[in-house]
């Protein structure tokens, strides 16, 4: 009998969720920054850019190679580790710190993207209210997050946590309270001083490709490189989100 692979976040020899998450969406996150950058015309040369939640550290290297100088910001010491052994050139800063508590200067960011962070905190207005701070008036926040549906609870809920041939997950990691609608996180960016301008919905090309996917990085069929060609995702800016979304907020001045 084959024995069941070891699951364990921020692990570089583990099956690792999070990570995988990560690969998958890039290419889909730099996609949508550069449509918000473009809307707002910010110009990412000259400009700071922080990344909360940033783990291994792949989106803070793709604001670098925008033009922007990123921090990034991950509450795991062991995914900063991997962070700074993955490099980035000295555009790119890594620090562990908390998304609830974040030790910055007030208004030193134009852009901050929230990511691997909404859908698992307690305390959503609290990373809001943080990221606020931090944020320049007239900045953007930039987050992407899991929505609470049947679907999204089957997948992230059943499927990536609890069914043995797809988990990928420690369980407990998600919990339904803690998925976001679209409607209640415009209401928590309101409070936090944050005017929502935008819901995108994003998901794979081929629900039955992400199906693969996930077994067979579990078989060891697969590596994490191979990932995003094969489940390919896609961005929806018209489509509901039935399972996971991206947005984008202004600090008001």
Same mark, same amino acid.
């Given at each position: ?69 990123? #921090? ?21 800063? @890594? ?50 997050? #899991?929505?609470?549906?049947? #679907? ?21 990691? @998600? ?72 947005? @984008? ?5």
């Amino acid at each position: 009998m084959p024995t069941a692979p070891h699951i364990a976040l921020d692990s570089p020899g583990a099956v690792d969720g999070r990570h995988i998450r990560a690969v998958t969406f890039q290419s889909v996150r730099m996609e949508y920054l550069r449509r918000v950058l473009g809307e707002l015309s910010l110009v990412a040369a000259g400009s700071r850019a922080l990344v909360v939640g940033s783990g291994r550290g792949l989106l803070a290297r793709g604001l670098a190679g925008l033009g922007f100088e990123a #921090v990034a910001v991950d509450p795991s010491p062991a995914a900063t580790a991997l962070a700074r052994d993955a490099g980035g050139g000295p555009g790119v800063t @890594y620090v562990t710190m908390s998304a609830e508590e974040l030790d910055l200067a007030d208004h030193s960011f134009d852009l901050v993207y929230c990511t691997d962070t909404l859908e698992i905190t307690e305390r959503p207005d609290a990373v809001l209210t943080e990221a606020a701070r931090v944020l320049r008036p007239g900045g953007a926040f930039v987050y992407d997050t #899991v929505n609470r549906t049947p #679907v999204s609870r089957l997948i992230y809920l059943g499927a990536f946590q609890a069914i043995p041939s797809t988990r990928i997950m420690p369980r407990g990691r @998600y919990a339904a309270h803690r998925l976001r609608r679209p409607v209640d996180l415009a209401e928590s960016l309101g409070r936090a001083g944050l005017c929502a301008r935008d819901v995108s919905s994003f998901k794979p090309r081929d629900v039955r490709a992400l199906v693969r996917a996930t077994r067979g990085l579990r078989r060891g069929t697969l590596t994490d490189d191979q990932l995003p060609e094969l489940v390919g995702m896609v961005l929806e800016p018209k489509g509901r989100p039935v399972v996971t979304y991206l947005g @984008y907020a202004v600090r008001r001045v």
